[in-house]
């Protein structure tokens, strides 16, 4: 009996040994990269542009090329929201963008048949992102003139900015989404 428990135990232990080993093995480090961001104006109004410069720095001494998707996102930093810690609609917008191009990241349309009954299905195609080692590269991308979404609605962004997102206080932050999300510092924005 005891020989049985022994042979239990070492089976139970080393399944969980090589599930964690597994796991482990299909979390993919996280890239390298320091994202910042600045705006020239906090505040984001229809009449004036509102560029924001994202800076990408490869902290590694290795060359990178990274498949990826940008993106902006706006948290809302009403009391209520924050204090909720968890998001409802309304809470969190995203913009998804070409990070070369500074332009809005299309959604490709995979089922034109489907599209003609009102049901969009499609992929997004990833950017590669090329750096050297050390390399730092700066883009320069204007939200109010990408599209957006609620961050928990069920479809691509499409809109924009002003005609979704209630004029208020904002956090605003930038990520790469590859193997890993890295998120850019924060920024506080005024929507008017």
Same mark, same amino acid.
């Not at 917008?93 to 990070?99: E, G, K, L």
């Given at each position: 009996?005891?020989?049985?428990?022994?042979?239990?135990?070492?089976?139970? @232990?080393? !399944?969980?040994f090589f599930q964690s080993t597994s796991f482990a093995q299909q979390q993919a480090a996280p890239p390298e990269l320091k994202i910042t961001i600045t705006i020239e104006s906090e505040k984001l109004s229809r009449r004036n542009p509102a560029p924001v410069t994202i800076t990408i720095e490869n902290l590694s001494s290795q060359i990178l090329d990274i498949k990826s998707i940008g993106s902006f996102r706006l948290l809302s930093t009403r009391k209520e929201a924050i204090a909720r810690k968890h998001f409802v609609f309304g809470d969190s917008?995203?913009?998804?963008?070409?990070?070369v191009a500074?332009?809005?990241?299309? @959604?490709? !349309?995979?089922?034109?048949?489907?599209?003609?009954?009102?049901v969009i299905v499609g992929r997004v195609t990833d950017e590669t992102l090329h750096f050297e080692?050390?390399?730092?590269?700066?883009f320069l991308i204007d939200p109010t003139k990408t599209l957006w979404n609620a961050e928990n609605g069920n479809d691509w962004p499409r809109s924009n900015l002003f005609d979704v997102v209630k004029k208020g206080v904002y956090?605003?932050?930038f990520s790469i989404d590859s193997s890993a999300r890295v998120k850019?510092?924060?920024?506080?924005?005024?929507?008017?």
């Open positions: 009996m005891r020989i049985t428990n022994l042979i239990a135990v070492a089976s139970i @232990l080393t !399944i969980l917008f995203w913009s998804p963008v070409n990070i500074g332009t809005p990241k299309k @959604l490709e !349309i995979v089922d034109p048949e489907l599209e003609k009954k009102g080692s050390k390399e730092v590269k700066t956090s605003l932050e850019s510092n924060a920024v506080t924005v005024t929507i008017e």
